[in-house]
């Protein structure tokens, strides 16, 4: 069963506009951390946050904010007056005790393209 | 500070070669390592979790005789795809962890495109 789900598969927008990505995960754990990563064209996983299942403060960070919800289970992020640079795929990934010793669940991933 | 590096970024190689990516911890020690695959367009799938000393723990349908990996020291481990065919074609990611307690980050490599003709 897919653990993270980042329903938006595409999303395009136009610069300077603002942009939510969601993702819902599911856990019977009660310790767990949560990810978002960006992935840009030419591979490799760039980290932006990490949030654990104790800590529901919102965080801003720049122009990146991130709203994490238990009660719906969801971690959403906000990015805003987007710019061409966001343009890639954005990961949100579960990590937990029960599976794998803390190994990343990966959502499907939701590419973000940002034109001028 | 935490960086992995990991080589090479991208191989070709003809069906039936046997193909080794290295993954280094650089400035720490890593207990664990995961190894992850990603299709084009796909997400990030876990196949194997490395820890040192020990065998590798493979997640369910990944060939442990196919992908063989060995984590011989604290700053190394290596994912051989052995025999490697077109369809083990892929994005090869590792990351890597210190210590084994859940609020220790993973740090990722930036991964080995192999290309199988």
């Known amino acids: 069963a897919q653990k993270v789900t980042q329903a938006q598969t595409e999303i395009s927008v136009v610069e300077k506009e603002d942009v939510t990505l969601d993702c819902v995960y599911e856990?019977?754990?009660?310790?767990?951390?949560l990810f978002w990563y960006k992935q840009p064209p030419s591979g490799e996983l760039v980290f932006l946050i990490r949030r654990n299942s104790f800590d529901e403060q919102n965080e801003i960070s720049g122009r990146y904010s991130w709203n994490f919800q238990k009660s719906t289970s969801s971690f959403n992020f906000t990015i805003t007056a987007s710019q061409v640079v966001d343009s890639a795929v954005y990961f949100c990934?579960?990590?937990?005790?029960?599976?794998?010793?803390?190994?990343?669940?990966f959502g499907k991933g939701t590419s973000l393209l940002v034109t001028p | 500070g935490a960086v992995v590096s990991q080589h090479p970024s991208w191989v070709i190689c003809k069906s039936g070669t046997s193909v080794k990516i290295e993954c280094r911890s650089l400035?720490?020690?890593?207990?664990?390592m995961f190894w992850y695959r990603q299709f084009p367009k796909q997400s990030l799938m876990l196949m194997a979790t490395?820890?040192?000393?020990?065998?590798?723990?493979?997640e369910q349908g990944v060939e442990k005789d196919k992908f063989l990996i060995n984590h011989a020291s604290l700053t190394l481990s290596t994912l051989t795809v052995t025999s490697a065919h077109p369809e083990d074609s892929s994005f090869y990611i590792c990351?890597?962890?210190?210590?084994?307690?859940?609020?220790?980050?993973?740090?990722f490599g930036d991964g080995t495109r192999l290309s199988i003709l």
């Open positions: 400035d720490f020690q890593a207990t664990t």
């Open positions: 990351s890597a962890r210190t210590g084994t307690g859940s609020n220790q980050p993973q740090h």
């Open positions: 990934a579960l990590s937990e005790a029960l599976d794998s010793g803390y190994a990343l669940n």
């Open positions: 490395s820890n040192e000393g020990s065998k590798a723990t493979y």
């Open positions: 856990t019977r754990d009660t310790t767990y951390y």
